[in-house]
Structures are given as structure tokens and as C-alpha cells.
């Protein structure tokens, strides 16, 4: 039992280590990262400035600094919950290192949650940053509950992970040209409000936007962190990321399970 | 060491049972439906059948293409059989693939499969983790193997700064890991010079003497390798095995023939040609003495009778040879026969 429970941590433990010696092997490329993030939230904080005292009808945008930032952060999160998944497939296989880590007594589910563990903990830090600046640079302040925003986002990026499976699964198939990828990446930044309030999108495209998950992840963040509301006020984007998950994660394991099982009769697991 | 301990473990550690892996043409259904032409499916192992024994050295052996890699592959769980099944260590490759996983080290030339960026020891222990080693076994391991495979001066450098040897033996050290019970080699020595290549198939040898025994099956274009190594080997061809047996018995059922060449002198080189009639193939001068070469079925009274027709003459014998058929002329051979069987 204890045994059962300790291997799995280990080898997720094994890839987070990899990664992150790989990671301090480019340096450069690790602290450019911090400084674009903080000319992202500069560059916000003097378009906000256009705003000041002009007003808005969308409680959520009073700050619009306030709104962006957060928008930039859990966007940030949730590509990569959506995104690392069929990532890890592709990038070991690029380098040639999936057969390698294949041939250990390991699940190919275990590979590639625990491929993009460190993506996750890249993203927290990368994610924190962003309100970090904003609250240390230019007097960005949150209030409400802090796990209650955690919650929403744990919820979305499970959903997205859902997704995300989907699109490994396709990645294993077809190899490239996922359109879950093109759908979902390009589709949040437009449709979820990450930049703008989605009631400004027309009521077709107002539909679009409430059929992505990422549009109720955002708006309850947002509710909870900027306007401070409670858990009876979020109550209905929570629900409907649940429901989400509920259909998403058996259907993603299932289509999943398969994929593996076409890849290894067709002997192409390791191509790319 | 009592005379049961020095029996080898003959039982079957793994077992290859009508094997037959046809890859499909990818999404035919997909290009049917856009009417793109469709690639017929490739049959890369055809009705493969063979066991191997406890702490054997077993030989595949056979062209590029011939099905030794895919059948690699079915054995390490990569890659699943149409029919027929695999047993390593009595578990299936495909219901129980992991816990096959866990007894099956591979170690390829393939220099690609580490982390360049990542040093020796942290792609060592990155490895040990994933086989489920605790930090601290897997450090005494790594310490061990890196002892063993001359890797000692190199555990802080990076991969990518490896000569291809060292690489070669890199992977090798990573197969030996979790200590396992069978161990796929494909070209073992191919990058290392003379004496390491020599150190190498010594250590093969060892691993597989050593206690527990540790089952090899080597893949190798080198041919003298092979017969120097394996216990038994196994001619592959176009997905089929097409012989199996010790290095003798290949050669035996290769061609029941020698080459005998004698090294004769007293006797000028006309009177050995009247001597010998047509017994001799070539005669041929060399220095002060003459070489007669010629082609005896195994167990004839060919040699016999030349020897004596010499001796009788005043002719002395300086030295004789005989040369049987070499591995590489069975390979030829079968694949030969293969050719002309597809040409009838």
C-alpha cells in the first residue's frame, strides 16, 4: 500500500528534478522570462492609465490593470494545463528520449502526467509573478478568498488537463496539426475575457464564449479576487466547471487508452 | 562450489511463441475515404517461435530490415504483436507489460535516448527513479556501474560532451540499472575501440555466468562477435527466422564441405599436378614450397588420399588447414535461398 502510493510520487518526483536541472542548464532563458512578465504588467499599467476616470458598466473591469493581470496569469495557467499534456508526448519524442523512458516499468499515463508536473510548478511561479508585480510595482490589491480562487483554478485546469488529454491522444495519433490546440489557444484569448468583458462580444459569438471553460474559470476568479464575492454569489460558474469535468474526464481516459493502444499496434509511439 | 551450483538454470526466461507483428498502413480508412493512394501493410515478423535460457547469450542475426529491431521491440513491450505472445520471466508482454519493463534492460547505440544537457550522473539517477530505486540505492548503483564501465572521471560531464564510446557505454551502464534478469543489447561494441570492445564482451560474458545470471539477447551486424559471444544464435531474414542453433550446427547445416589448403615441398609443381590428378583444386607456388588447396565433404577419404598420394611421392607435409563455412556465408546463403525461392 505504502509502496503503491510512494512510486508513483517518486518517478513524478524523478521528471520535476529533470526538469528542473534542465531548466537552470539556460539560465538567460530563465530570468529573460521574469523580466518579459514584468514589462507585460508595465506595458498593461500604462494602457490602463488611458482609462482612468472614464468608468466601465462591468464591475470586474472597475481596475482594468486589476483585470488583465489576473486575465494574463490564469490564462497563462490554463494553456499549460491544456497544452503540457500533448507537449511532454511531443517533446520527448522529438528529442528521442520517449523510447528510453518507455522501456522503464511505467505507465505511459504516468509519463505524461508527470512529464508536465514541472510545467505546472513554471506556471505557479510564472502566474504569481504577475500578481506579485502588479501588487508590488503599481498598488494592485485583491481581496476575497484566496482558496476559493485556488479551487476555481485547480477546477478550470483540471478541465483544461481534460482537454489537454484529448490532444495527446491526438498528438500520438496524427502527430501534429491538433486542432484542439488551434481551437482552445487561440480561442480563450478571444472568447474567455482575458482581455476584455465577453458581454462585449456579440450575442453569436457571446454563445462561442460560453461554451469554453475558461470563461467561467476567469469570470469566478475575478468575481472572487476583485470583487471579493462569496461562494453562494460564483455558485453558478462553479457548477458549470464541474459538470464539465464530469463528462470531460471519463471520455478524455477513455479516447486516451485507446490512442495508446493504436500507437503501440502501429508501432508508432516513438515517431513524431 | 558444489556441482549444483556450477549446473547453469536452463529454465525458459523468455519465450517467443508464434510471433507475427504486421503494421498497418496509418489511418487507411481516412485516406480511403479522401481516395489517397494506400501502402499495402508491412509484414515485419512472420510464425517467430524460439526460447531463450536462463543466462544464455542468444544471437539474432540477419540484414537491416529483417525484423531484429521490431522483435526488439515486442520483447521490451514498445511495440505489441499481432499474434502469438511473449513471456519474459512467465509474465505476457502485453497484459503484464510493465512488470516485463521491470526485468528488461536495452541498451542501443542510439545516442539520442539520454539528456544532452543533463550530466552523466543526473541522467543516471533520473533513470534509477523512474525504475523505482531510492536516492540512496540508486547512488551506491550508480557509483558501482560507473566502476564498471569506466565512467568514473566522467560523471560530471554533461552527455553531449561524451565521445560516442563513452556514450555507447552510458547506455549500457543505464540498461544495467535495476540489475536485470534479461538484457536486450543491439551492436553492443559498435563505437568502441579494440580493447574496450574487448573489455565489453568480457563483461557480457560475466553477466551472464554471474549470479543471478543475467539472459542476454544481442543484436549485432558483427559477425565474429556474435559466434565469439552467443551460445546459440538465430538467423533472421524478411520477418522469418530462418535457422537456429549453436555456431556449429549453423555451419553444419550450412554446408557439410571444408577448405583444406596443404603446404607441401620436396615435389616440383607439374609432378604434384600428375600425382593428384583432378583431386587438387589450385596448386600454387609459394617461396620454396606449394599450397594445395582443395574441397572435401565432411568425413570423405579425399584428405587421406591426397596426403598419401604426396607422402608416397617424397613430398613433406610443412602445415595444413581447414576452413569451414563463416557465419557470414550461412547469412548469405539463406538469404540467397530466399532470393531465388521469390524468384520461381
Known amino acids: 500500500m505504502f509502496k503503491a502510493f510512494i512510486l508513483p510520487l517518486r518517478r513524478v518526483r524523478a521528471f520535476v528534478v529533470r526538469d528542473f536541472q534542465l531548466a537552470i542548464s539556460y539560465r538567460l532563458e530563465f530570468f529573460l522570462r521574469i523580466l518579459t512578465i514584468l514589462f507585460v504588467v508595465t506595458t498593461f499599467y500604462f494602457i490602463s492609465q488611458i482609462f482612468i476616470g472614464s468608468g466601465t458598466r462591468f464591475s470586474e473591469w472597475r481596475d482594468p490593470l486589476a483585470a488583465w493581470i489576473t486575465g494574463l496569469a490564469v490564462l497563462n495557467y490554463f494553456m499549460t494545463g491544456f497544452s503540457s499534456l500533448a507537449n511532454a508526448i511531443r517533446s520527448e519524442q522529438m528529442q528521442g528520449t520517449l523510447e528510453s523512458v518507455l522501456l522503464s516499468p511505467i505507465s505511459v499515463p504516468t509519463v505524461v502526467v508527470a512529464s508536465s508536473a514541472w510545467d505546472f510548478v513554471l506556471v505557479t511561479f510564472h502566474s504569481s509573478l504577475y500578481l506579485f508585480f502588479g501588487w508590488l510595482f503599481f498598488d494592485v490589491h485583491f481581496r476575497g478568498s484566496f482558496l476559493l480562487a485556488l479551487i476555481f483554478l485547480v477546477l478550470t485546469t483540471l478541465v483544461l488537463a481534460c482537454l489537454g488529454i484529448l490532444s495527446a491522444s491526438f498528438a500520438m495519433v496524427f502527430k501534429r496539426g491538433d486542432p484542439f490546440g488551434i481551437l482552445l489557444g487561440t480561442g480563450s484569448a478571444l472568447f474567455s475575457g482575458v482581455f476584455f468583458p465577453t458581454q462585449l462580444l456579440g450575442s453569436g459569438f457571446h454563445a462561442v464564449s460560453r461554451m469554453l471553460p475558461p470563461t467561467y474559470g476567469l469570470d469566478g476568479i475575478r468575481r472572487v479576487l476583485i470583487e471579493g464575492q462569496g461562494l453562494a454569489e460564483v455558485s453558478e460558474p462553479l457548477v458549470t466547471l464541474l459538470i464539465f469535468l464530469a463528462v470531460l474526464l471519463p471520455f478524455s481516459l477513455w479516447v486516451f487508452a485507446r490512442a495508446v493502444r493504436r500507437a503501440k499496434r502501429e508501432g508508432s509511439l516513438i515517431q513524431y | ?344
Not at chain 2, 148 to 153: A, C, G, M, Y
Not at chain 2, 219 to 233: F, K, M, W
Open chain 2, 1 to 344: 562450489m558444489n556441482a549444483t551450483q556450477a549446473q547453469p538454470r536452463r529454465d525458459r526466461i523468455i519465450s517467443i511463441d508464434h510471433i507475427s507483428k504486421t503494421f498497418p498502413t496509418p489511418l487507411w480508412r481516412l485516406r480511403k475515404f479522401f481516395r489517397r493512394s494506400i501502402k499495402p501493410p508491412v509484414q515485419a515478423l512472420s510464425d517467430v517461435t524460439f526460447d531463450v535460457r536462463a543466462g544464455e547469450i542468444f544471437g539474432l542475426i540477419g540484414r537491416n530490415g529483417a525484423g531484429k529491431t521490431t522483435l526488439t521491440k515486442i520483447i521490451a513491450t514498445l511495440v505489441q504483436p499481432t499474434s502469438g505472445a511473449v513471456k519474459v520471466g512467465g509474465f505476457d508482454s502485453v497484459r503484464d507489460d510493465e512488470k516485463v519493463r521491470a526485468q528488461v534492460g536495452l541498451a542501443t547505440a542510439e545516442e539520442r535516448s539520454f539528456y544532452w544537457r543533463l550530466t552523466v550522473e543526473q541522467n543516471l539517477m533520473f533513470f534509477a527513479r523512474l525504475y523505482g530505486l531510492s536516492d540512496a540505492l540508486a547512488r551506491r548503483r550508480i557509483i558501482e556501474l560507473v566502476e564498471q564501465f569506466e565512467l568514473k572521471d566522467l560523471v560530471s560531464r554533461r552527455f553531449g560532451e561524451l565521445s560516442t564510446g563513452n556514450k555507447q557505454r552510458m547506455a549500457f551502464a543505464r540498461a544495467m540499472l535495476s540489475k536485470p534478469l534479461v538484457l536486450l543489447l543491439d551492436e553492443p561494441t559498435r563505437s568502441l575501440d579494440p580493447l574496450a570492445a574487448a573489455r565489453m564482451r568480457s563483461l557480457i560474458n560475466s553477466l551472464a555466468g554471474g549470479s543471478p545470471p543475467t539472459t542476454i539477447l544481442l543484436t549485432s551486424h558483427n559477425l565474429t562477435e556474435v559466434e565469439e559471444l552467443c551460445a546459440r544464435i538465430a538467423i533472421i531474414s524478411r520477418g522469418r527466422i530462418r535457422a537456429l542453433g549453436t555456431p556449429k550446427e549453423l555451419r553444419a547445416e550450412h554446408r557439410q564441405t571444408e577448405r583444406v589448403r596443404l603446404t607441401v615441398n620436396g615435389l616440383a609443381r607439374e609432378r604434384v599436378h600428375q600425382i593428384l590428378n583432378n583431386d587438387a583444386d589450385e596448386i600454387e607456388q609459394q617461396d620454396n614450397a606449394l599450397v594445395v588447396s582443395f574441397t572435401r565433404e565432411t568425413g570423405d577419404d579425399r584428405f587421406d588420399r591426397i596426403v598419401r598420394a604426396l607422402h608416397d611421392d617424397g613430398g613433406k607435409i610443412l602445415s595444413f588447414e581447414t576452413e569451414r563455412a563463416t557465419l557470414l556465408e550461412v547469412l548469405e546463403s539463406y538469404e540467397q535461398e530466399h532470393e531465388a525461392g521469390e524468384e520461381s
